[in-house]
């Protein structure tokens, strides 16, 4: 299995337990890792053939405009599906970097799924 990385792709969601908080969108940055099959693209050449992580990204730029969520964790998991479904993803994992805490870096959550069988 191959794997195809964005990483900390910057988006800005609603996202927060307190109204407050969800008021104004937030900047988080997200990581996936999409494993698929590229052996036909890498020997043909052929973006059809694979993954476009392009238009992954455009879809993870797009993901948060007219929602919004209270837990980073909901949010994860509702990226793994949306990958799955609409990209045909056969295994993901996503990560999200939240910026809340003063004394830390970052609090993360990480979810793999895999494709339904």
């Not at 698929?36 to 693209?41: F, P, Q, T």
């Not at 052929?46 to 392009?54: P, V, W």
């Amino acid at each position: 299995m191959d794997i195809i990385t964005i990483c900390d792709l910057a988006v800005l969601v609603h996202i927060g337990v307190p109204d407050e908080e969800r008021a104004k969108p937030q900047r988080l940055l997200l990581s996936v890792e999409m494993s698929l099959d590229i052996a036909a693209a890498a020997a043909k050449d052929d973006l059809t053939q694979t993954i476009d992580y392009f238009a992954v990204s455009r879809r993870l730029l797009s993901f948060g405009e007219g929602r919004q969520w209270k837990l980073i964790e909901t949010l994860a998991v509702d990226i793994a599906e949306t990958l799955r479904r609409e990209f045909g993803v056969k295994l993901v994992s996503v990560e999200v970097k939240k910026f809340i805490l003063p004394e830390a870096k970052y609090v993360s959550v990480s979810v793999t799924r895999p494709a339904e069988v």
